[in-house]
C-alpha cells in the first residue's frame, strides 16, 4: 500500500538519522535514493559521512533528477533529500538572457516528476530542509529558491500521509 512521509527541520536537526531509522522499522532492506549532485570536496565528504552510516541491508541508488525511472513497487524507499534534488531542477531551469532560474518552471517539473514517482506502490519517505524560517535573503537566486522550496514542501506535504518537523533531534509529528 503506497505511502508517503515527509520529514522537514534545519541543517544538522536530526532529519536522516530520523529517515533511516524509521526505513529500517518498516524493512528489512530498504532503498536509499541519494539526489545530491556532489559540488565539491567539502560536499563530497558530507557524502561520504551518510554512506558510512548506512549498512549492507541498504540499496543505494544515486539519481539527481528523474526519480520515476527507477521501479521501486513494493520497497521502502528514504529519498535524501528533496533541497538538493529541486537544486538539479532550479539550475537546470534558467532564462538564457538573464541566467536567472525560474522558479515557476522549476515547481512545475519538480510536481510532475514528484507525481510520476509516487503513483508507484511504494513506501516513500522524503527529507527535506526547512530553509523559510530564517530572514529573507539579500540575495534574489537565494529568496528564489528559498520560494521554491517552502512551495516544493507544501505540494510533497499536502500528498504525504504523515509529515514529522525534526527540533534538534526530536520528531514532532505534525500531521
Known amino acids: 500500500m503506497k505511502k508517503i512521509v515527509l520529514i522537514t527541520g ?50 543505494n541508488i544515486e539519481e539527481e533528477c528523474l526519480l520515476s525511472r527507477h521501479q521501486l513497487t513494493g520497497r521502502v524507499v528514504l529519498i535524501d533529500c528533496l533541497t538538493l534534488w529541486c537544486t538539479n531542477f ?11 532560474p525560474t522558479v515557476e518552471e522549476a515547481l512545475e517539473a519538480v510536481k510532475q516528476e514528484f507525481d510520476r514517482f509516487t503513483s508507484q506502490d511504494a513506501t516513500f519517505i522524503f527529507v527535506t530542509n526547512e530553509i523559510g524560517l530564517g530572514g529573507v535573503s539579500a540575495d534574489a537566486i537565494q529568496r528564489r529558491f528559498t520560494d521554491l522550496m517552502g512551495w516544493t514542501n507544501q505540494y510533497v506535504a499536502s500528498h504525504a500521509d504523515e509529515v514529522f518537523l525534526m527540533v534538534s533531534g526530536i520528531p514532532v509529528k505534525i500531521k
Open 10 to 59: 534545519g541543517q544538522r536537526s536530526g532529519k536522516s538519522e530520523y529517515a533511516e531509522r524509521m526505513a529500517l522499522t518498516l524493512s528489512d532492506h530498504p532503498v536509499y535514493l541519494a539526489t545530491a549532485h556532489v559540488w565539491d570536496e567539502e560536499f563530497r565528504q558530507r557524502v561520504l559521512r551518510h554512506q558510512e552510516r548506512r549498512g549492507p541491508q541498504w540499496t
Open 90 to 100: 532550479f539550475f537546470d531551469n534558467t532564462k538564457s538572457e538573464h541566467d536567472q
